[in-house]
């Protein structure tokens, strides 16, 4: 499976950082970068240049508008030929509007293990028929537009496609609507809710708690987790006051 990777940046606060961390040992074909360059702020010749570092088949840049991940879909699948290419993987320099909180850089390593280092899950899953990949998969409860006629989301926004079922440039054209969580609420109006693979599930606020590596990365401490998240969520529910 050939698979492509666009990646959106936000180019503030500790951008350099979450690319650094993200940009580790990428096991893809062709790498596309997004960038929202702030009005006032780093410069064009800037961003690339501390790009040069990485693997980059190309950069594209458009003014911040305040939705900068859909900014970032419209114009990939615009300047992009899918053809030959069986996977599709999005993620985004998550984070850099919180800089000061620390769950989020642990929030963001968890997303790369899953997404990047463990690839194999996903190319199994897209063997199998499914059409999305992610971790943390939920229902939409927000009244964003871009939550409308969407099944599912994948918490945090890592997520990879398999465009053996999905024409995504015409998928982004008529599906995705132009706002701040217009990309997010994307991926769930791509299949049926169980067509989404989900390859872990925390039951977390990643915002405010974190998740120990040890535990995400070793079939033992998932086995573990998933065993305890089940425990606590059977509990509630038998202590549940009617």
């Avoid at 964003?144 to 994948?154: A, E, I, L, V, W």
Wanted: contains cysteine; hydrophobic residues 40%.
């Amino acid at each position: 499976m050939k698979n492509i990777l666009l990646y959106h940046i936000y180019p503030i606060n500790h951008w350099n950082e979450i690319t650094e961390l993200l940009f580790q040992n990428l096991p893809f074909d062709r790498i596309v970068v997004h960038v929202s360059l702030p009005e006032n702020g780093v410069t064009k010749e800037e961003v690339a240049s501390s790009l040069q570092r990485y693997p980059v088949d190309e950069i594209i840049f458009t003014p911040n508008s305040g939705h900068g991940e859909a900014d970032a879909l419209a114009a990939f699948v615009n300047i992009s030929d899918l053809s030959e290419y069986s996977v599709f993987t999005y993620m985004h320099c998550k984070g850099v509007t919180k800089p000061g909180n620390p769950h989020i850089i642990e929030w963001v390593k968890l997303m790369r293990y899953f997404i990047i280092d463990r690839m194999d899950q996903c190319n199994m899953a897209f063997k199998r028929g499914f059409v999305t990949f992610g971790i943390n998969k939920s229902i939409p409860s927000q009244t964003d537009d871009g939550f409308r006629g969407s099944n599912f989301f994948y918490e945090g926004n890592f997520v990879s496609v398999n465009l053996t079922k999905v024409d995504l440039k015409s998928s982004v054209a008529e599906k995705m609507e132009k706002s701040y969580y217009g990309v997010e609420g994307f991926w769930g109006k791509l299949c049926d809710y169980e067509l989404g693979y989900s390859v872990f599930r925390s039951g977390v606020n990643h915002y405010l708690i974190s998740i120990p590596e040890k535990i995400y990365t070793s079939v033992i401490g998932r086995l573990k987790y998933r065993a305890i998240l089940e425990y606590h969520n059977l509990k509630s529910k038998f202590f549940k006051v009617k």
